[in-house]
């Protein structure tokens, strides 16, 4: 397997890297499950699914439909809970060395901030909070489109946590930078984008949505231009780090997120097409780096010319 050289080794956040190379929440599981094909000690880090205060059982129907380039899902946040996932599950993945970053989502700022205190504990690297969902105490908004609900999350786990705590925007916003800038100016220690965008697919055959839930989130190679360009907007805007995803498949995709201002990049819906990606981004942006005469991966973030 890969393995990385000191040319691609940083920090995040306090988050000490191998690699700037991280997986995507919702699509590399708990990590165990891609042991037999990637060295996860290599890897920045591992967003593991999402975490909710009580198990839930996800959506009805269908729940995956591909896409001509990429995929919508609408998992509905399946997950065993954060009970579970500390009794079972944390015990035995720390194991293999990795950084575990837990992406967290709740319906209020108060069950947020009690997802990231329960999860202060030793082997959890840091905490990333999915604000693309419902504030059942604000009408059914989405945390995402809102700068203050933004905050305020951001404030909750902040006040309840001493590990870092990265906010995951959405794409499905008028205007992401106050957003970002709520995020950081009520103390996020990073910022990750992009969530998916929404869309949809119908059957013309019966006339009915795809997806049981009718809509879902669009992710892989069709959303890179759209990622690309929110993550250039955002790391102009905030001093925090923001880590690019959307629509990574190759060290050439990832060195672009890295020349618009991304300290780190996280691969998503490839895992799924290529269980052993994540290994040839990261041997393919070492030899880029090595082709240039770069000595580490800092003399290329944010290095773009215009």
Not at 243 to 254: K, L, N, Q, S, V
Request: proline share 5%; hydrophobic share 45%.
């Amino acid at each position: 397997m890969t393995t990385a050289t000191n040319r691609l080794e940083s920090t995040l956040a306090g988050i000490r890297m191998k690699t700037p190379v991280w997986t995507a929440s919702g699509t590399f599981g708990f990590g165990e499950e891609f042991a037999d094909f990637v060295d996860l000690a290599q890897l920045g880090a591992i967003v593991v699914k999402g975490t909710t205060l009580a198990p839930r059982r996800g959506n009805d129907g269908v729940r995956i439909a591909e896409t001509p380039a990429g995929m919508l899902n609408s998992i509905g946040l399946e997950n065993p809970g954060v009970d579970f996932f500390l009794a079972d599950i944390l015990p035995r993945i720390t194991s293999y060395g990795m950084n575990l970053v837990v992406n967290i989502s709740g319906s209020s700022a108060e069950e947020f901030g009690e997802l990231a205190a329960r999860l202060d504990v030793p082997g959890v690297a840091g905490i990333e909070l999915n604000v693309s969902c419902p504030n059942v105490k604000d009408a059914g908004i989405l945390f995402g489109t809102s700068a203050t609900a933004v905050a305020s999350v951001v404030r909750a786990a902040k006040d309840r946590t001493q590990k870092p705590v990265i906010l995951k925007l959405s794409p499905n916003v008028t205007d992401i930078v106050p957003i970002a800038q709520a995020a950081e100016n009520a103390g996020a220690d990073a910022l990750s984008l992009i969530n998916t965008l929404t869309g949809m697919a119908i059957d013309i055959h019966t006339w009915r949505p795809v997806l049981g839930n009718i809509t879902g989130g669009l992710s892989g190679p069709a959303v890179k231009p759209v990622a690309l360009r929110l993550v250039w907007q955002t790391a102009k805007a905030v001093r925090i780090p923001v880590i690019g995803m959307g629509g990574i498949r190759t060290a050439e995709d990832a060195i672009e997120f890295f020349l618009a201002g991304a300290s780190a990049v996280s691969v998503g819906t490839a895992n799924f097409v290529d269980p052993t990606v994540t290994m040839k981004i990261i041997e393919g942006i070492d030899t880029y780096l090595e082709e240039r005469g770069l000595r580490n991966i800092q003399e290329l973030i944010g290095h773009l010319k215009t």
